[in-house]
């Protein structure tokens, strides 16, 4: 039988700034108790005393203290931070000329190895991310491929990342918890092994890399 310490747990888990606001200890938790009342007693199909679910989020707040407490320092994981900016982004629908045209752009690009240049496959589109002023050259060879949407002015903030990174739970999610608490819309964002790289619009990526800088090395 599921108990209101589990109901609580399940609901706060699944909002992270309500698992934020407990560790950080800025939420009254009566009135928290309150507001969860009508979905907890939902979940457990009967009455659910709020002195209990009071009970139930201080042991919670508690675990997840000790646990960010005795985390690794996020510090550890990182090395340098850098920002590109100047970079627009097109969708394109999936083809089998596709893989033709985006050899056809690269090989173009050899004359300009500094060029910022991502493709990301999913299963029925492909986005690519290139540096503004190869902007023209990306409409010219793919103007045949059905674009889905096009955006400029942006930036990315690319992140280097220890190897240990690809095993470790909740890098990734930290880092975007942090941009969604400041309310800094990601774009886009591409990983390989060992770089995590955010896309954003260029008006806040100043925003975006100073909260990052004080996430990672506070």
């Known amino acids: 039988m599921i108990s ?25 938790l009566s009135a928290l108790a309150r507001k969860l009342k009508p979905r907890i007693e939902a979940r457990l199909v009967k009455n659910a005393s709020e002195g209990a679910m009071v009970m139930a989020l201080k042991r919670l707040a508690g675990e997840l203290q ?27 629908q999936k ?18 190895p500094d060029t910022f240049i991502t493709f990301t496959g999913g299963v029925q589109e492909i986005t690519v991310l290139v540096s503004l002023e190869m902007k023209g ?29 690809v095993l470790t739970p909740g890098i990734y999610y930290t880092i975007l ?3 969604a608490w400041e309310e800094i819309n990601v774009v886009e964002v591409v990983s390989t092994y060992r770089e995590f790289i955010v896309i954003l619009q260029e008006a806040q990526v100043d925003r975006a890399f100073s909260t990052l800088k004080d996430l990672i090395w506070s």
Do not use: W
């Open 137 to 165: 050259l990306v409409e010219k060879i793919f103007r045949e491929e059905t674009r889905i949407s096009a955006y400029d002015r942006l930036s990315a903030i690319i992140m280097r990342l220890s190897s240990d990174t």
């Open 4 to 28: 209101i310490s589990d109901s609580i747990r399940k609901l706060v888990l699944q909002t992270p700034f309500l698992e934020e606001g407990l560790i950080e200890g800025i939420i009254n």
């Open 66 to 92: 000790k646990k960010r407490h005795e985390q690794k320092k996020l510090s550890s994981y990182f090395g340098d931070i850098t920002v590109r900016s100047h970079i627009c982004e097109f969708t394109f």
């Open 95 to 112: 083809s089998e000329t596709f893989l033709g045209r985006q050899m056809k752009l690269l090989k173009e690009l050899q004359q300009n």
């Open 177 to 179: 918890k942090q941009l």
